[in-house]
């Protein structure tokens, strides 16, 4: 299934602006800049001092300000997974991110083809559960076996699986990724609720779904007694789609949590690449070149200076300081360092003011981005 993505994503389509474009669109000229910051004082603490809740029908789950994306682990064809060499610093990761806070993490039953699942659960193995805060994602993929002879209960019947590779009796937060027609949000909705009624998951949520479909499922789980309690989708300071076109907005008013995916743009944001060294061509889906982010990263660059803290944490906690839960992968120790230094305090607004006249709008597409 890894090899979906990647072939997907090699055709064209991109999760960062729709089929790949050479030239990020820019923020509206109208756009309120400070409707979605939150309130002054916030400042996003590590867990559990600081905590995100996620509404669920028996029980609530309580995680970090911060997520950690696993789809790199075990993906060969995008990511380029050496389990020989990277396992062991990535469990070295994990416990610097338990020691900093940061006890949430995102995977998908696609990645890896379920490899990043078995992952997950080997990091957690022996660990009280209610330390640490898994989530994975099902994704209606058409080739799917398991889609095809299960297709009204396709969650459901893929969410046991995941627990068999995980070893876990259940997973605390579980979403729906990528586009379903309208009339079928009630069948999906239902399978959904079947997995939090026999136990399977403690939350359901969404992920890249427009205002409109995921307030069409927020009406289709509360049949059920279910609040949806996230939506996922790309956001960063070279993708504010999701706050302009109100989306973002539509989420707090709804208690719905905002959680976004490439959070550093696949490493623009990080301070690893430049004109001269752009990311490696695989990553086409984050396909904006180089020389449109390197006024962002300049503006990063002194603000971290100023900070103390690496330029990925400020990329990250500008996305906190929207009240966005920002998805971000790691693979190795520094990353975990550099990343967790988000946490423990917060941009001024002339801060957020000078990155916000350096950042972009983005667009949506049919098949992939809707949110």
């Given at each position: 299934m890894q090899h979906v993505l990647q072939t997907a994503l090699s055709a064209g389509l991109s999760a960062t602006s729709g089929f790949h474009s050479s030239r990020p669109p820019p923020v509206p000229k109208d756009h309120d800049d400070t409707q979605d910051l939150?309130?002054?004082?916030?400042?996003?603490?590590?867990?559990?001092?600081?905590?995100?809740?996620?509404?669920?029908?028996?029980?609530?789950?309580?995680?970090?300000?911060?997520?950690?994306?696993?789809?790199?682990?075990?993906?060969?064809?995008?990511?380029?997974?050496?389990?020989?060499?990277?396992?062991?610093?990535?469990?070295?990761?994990?416990?610097?991110?338990?020691?900093?806070?940061?006890?949430?993490?995102?995977?998908?039953?696609?990645?890896?083809?379920?490899?990043?699942?078995?992952?997950?659960?080997?990091?957690?193995?022996?660990?009280?559960?209610?330390?640490?805060?898994?989530?994975?994602?099902?994704?209606?993929?058409?080739?799917?076996?398991?889609?095809?002879?299960?297709?009204?209960?396709?969650?459901?019947?893929?969410?046991?699986?995941?627990?068999?590779?995980?070893?876990?009796?259940?997973?605390?937060?579980?979403?729906?990724?990528?586009?379903?027609?309208?009339?079928?949000?009630?069948?999906?909705?239902?399978?959904?609720?079947?997995?939090?009624?026999e136990g399977l998951t403690k939350t359901?949520?969404?992920?890249?779904?427009?205002?409109?479909?995921?307030?069409?499922?927020?009406?289709?789980?509360?049949?059920?007694?279910?609040?949806?309690?996230?939506?996922?989708?790309?956001?960063?300071?070279?993708?504010?789609?999701?706050?302009?076109?109100?989306?973002?907005?539509?989420?707090?008013?709804?208690?719905?949590?905002?959680?976004s995916y490439s959070s550093l743009a696949q490493g623009r944001l990080s301070g690893k690449y430049s004109s001269s060294n752009e990311p490696p061509k695989e990553y086409r889906f984050s396909s904006y070149p180089m020389k449109y982010v390197e006024p962002t990263l300049e503006v990063q660059n002194r603000i971290a200076e100023k900070r103390g803290v690496s330029v990925a944490a400020i990329a990250l906690n500008y996305n906190l300081m929207h009240g966005i839960v920002p998805v971000v992968g790691v693979r190795k120790p520094e990353q975990a360092e550099q990343d967790s230094a988000a946490l423990g305090w917060a941009l001024s607004r002339e801060e957020i003011a000078e990155l916000d006249q350096v950042s972009f709008g983005g667009k949506t597409t049919a098949l992939w981005q809707q949110g």
């Open positions: 939150m309130p002054s004082g916030f400042v996003p603490q590590k867990f559990p001092e600081g905590r995100v809740t996620y509404r669920g029908k028996n029980s609530n789950v309580d995680a970090s300000w911060i997520t950690i994306g696993a789809w790199p682990w075990g993906d060969t064809a995008t990511w380029h997974w050496d389990d020989a060499t990277e396992r062991g610093p990535l469990k070295q990761a994990w416990q610097i991110l338990l020691k900093k806070g940061v006890n949430h993490i995102d995977t998908a039953q696609v990645y890896g083809s379920g490899e990043s699942e078995r992952i997950c659960g080997e990091l957690v193995a022996g660990m009280n559960r209610n330390d640490f805060v898994m989530q994975t994602k099902w994704w209606m993929l058409p080739a799917d076996p398991e889609n095809i002879k299960h297709p009204k209960d396709g969650p459901f019947e893929k969410l046991k699986g995941t627990l068999e590779r995980m070893k876990l009796d259940y997973v605390d937060v579980y979403l729906v990724h990528g586009h379903i027609h309208a009339q079928s949000i009630a069948t999906v909705a239902k399978s959904l609720a079947h997995c939090v009624d359901v949520g969404v992920a890249n779904y427009s205002t409109k479909d995921m307030l069409h499922m927020r009406d289709e789980l509360a049949k059920h007694d279910i609040p949806l309690a996230v939506n996922q989708c790309e956001y960063s300071i070279l993708r504010r789609q999701s706050e302009t076109s109100g989306l973002l907005k539509a989420c707090k008013e709804n208690g719905i949590v905002f959680q």
